[in-house]
């Protein structure tokens, strides 16, 4: 690295930085809170997240005194609930200790921030000289070396470069670069680059191979029958999941294991308890977890007596209220897509 380039990424950043509104106003929560939003999730998405999040809780201290299950509810759609429940526990913490720490080893220490969180926090929100490498940033430093690095090297290749009192747009820029030019996959915008010039992976026409990247294990496939159960008055039928394990204390549709046929999804209900009417089928649906896949098949049907093992809630509690996981909401948005097909089983 040479200080050009440095100066050539810093003047880059300076013209085309996007004003996302936890930049315009980067303290320390509004950095942590961003950047835990980010984490495998769209910006699209988290820029709507985030002002509901502040709506709700404008300081730490009211994110720390908040109840849980309001916070599962505004963080619903977001996937990876367990970045919800380690928020929470990350603001009681820095509430407790009166504030956020300011170096990136103290950072660390907190619920939830891994290296990455905590460099950027130390480096945007207090100048501290710390860098933080994603995966956007990682893939710009091994295209412009025209080898792969890991995220770990490409710390320790950026952190003598940091530009003393610039940390905060040091690390910001190599994030922007390849978040808007640097593209993962298809073209990259190498004719807008800052870095073209100096670019080892451009020049051996490599842009499309680096970084090279391990094949991925198959996910294991498990099937579920999914019911979207309706009592006579109206009623939605939720049971909460297990307090730990994949979406703990979440709530979901009744389901069971396996791929059921209508005559099968019938006589669960019916050993449930239940009086059945208006069995009917929905559109197939899956989910994609990092580690495994949900291959979902989905019945609506109006039943009766409303069963104790069940939480009967209302459409607007549904929606108001109980934190609905995104595996289980594909199914209603399809119903109003593909409408139902009555069976008799």
């Not at 303290?27 to 495998?40: A, D, M, N, R």
């Not at 910001?172 to 080892?200: D, F, I, S, T, V």
Request: glycine share 6%; proline share 8%.
């Amino acid at each position: 690295m040479t200080p050009e380039i440095i100066n050539a990424i810093l003047d880059w950043f300076g013209i085309h930085a996007r004003a996302l509104p936890w930049r315009k106003d980067a303290t320390p929560y509004h950095v942590w809170l961003s950047e835990i939003l980010l984490q495998q999730t769209r910006i699209a998405a988290v820029l709507v997240a985030y002002r509901r999040f502040l709506e709700h809780y404008p300081t730490v201290e009211d994110l720390a005194n908040g109840d849980v299950a309001t916070l599962m509810k505004l963080w619903e759609g977001l996937g990876y609930y367990s970045r919800a429940r380690n928020l929470k526990k990350c603001a009681q913490v820095v509430t407790e200790r009166g504030g956020f720490p300011r170096t990136a080893e103290e950072l660390q220490m907190l619920p939830g921030i891994g290296p990455y969180t905590a460099g950027a926090i130390a480096a945007i929100a207090f100048n501290q000289p710390a860098v933080a490498v994603d995966g956007n940033v990682a893939r710009v430093v091994s295209r412009l070396l025209g080898r792969t690095l890991s995220r770990e090297a490409t710390a320790e290749f950026l952190r003598p470069w940091l530009p003393a009192g610039k940390a905060g747009a040091f690390v910001q820029a190599w994030m922007e670069l390849g978040e808007l030019l640097c593209l993962p996959r298809g073209k990259p915008h190498c004719e807008e680059c800052p870095l073209r010039a100096h670019c080892n992976a451009l020049k051996a026409n490599r842009t499309d191979e680096l970084p090279a990247k391990p094949p991925r294990p198959a996910r294991p496939v498990i099937k579920l029958t999914v019911f979207h159960l309706t009592s006579k008055d109206g009623r939605i039928a939720l049971r909460k999941r297990p307090p730990t394990g994949l979406l703990a204390g979440l709530w979901e549709f009744p389901n069971c294991p396996g791929s059921l046929s209508a005559v099968q999804a019938k006589k669960w209900l019916e050993e449930q308890g239940f009086s059945v009417r208006n069995l009917a089928t929905e559109p197939p649906t899956r989910h994609l977890f990092t580690h495994r896949e949900w291959q979902m098949a989905n019945f609506q049907a109006t039943v009766s007596p409303e069963s104790s093992l069940f939480l009967w809630a209302t459409p607007d509690e549904l929606e108001n209220q109980y934190a609905l996981p995104t595996a289980f909401r594909n199914p209603q948005g399809r119903r109003k897509a593909h409408g139902n097909k009555k069976l008799n089983p």
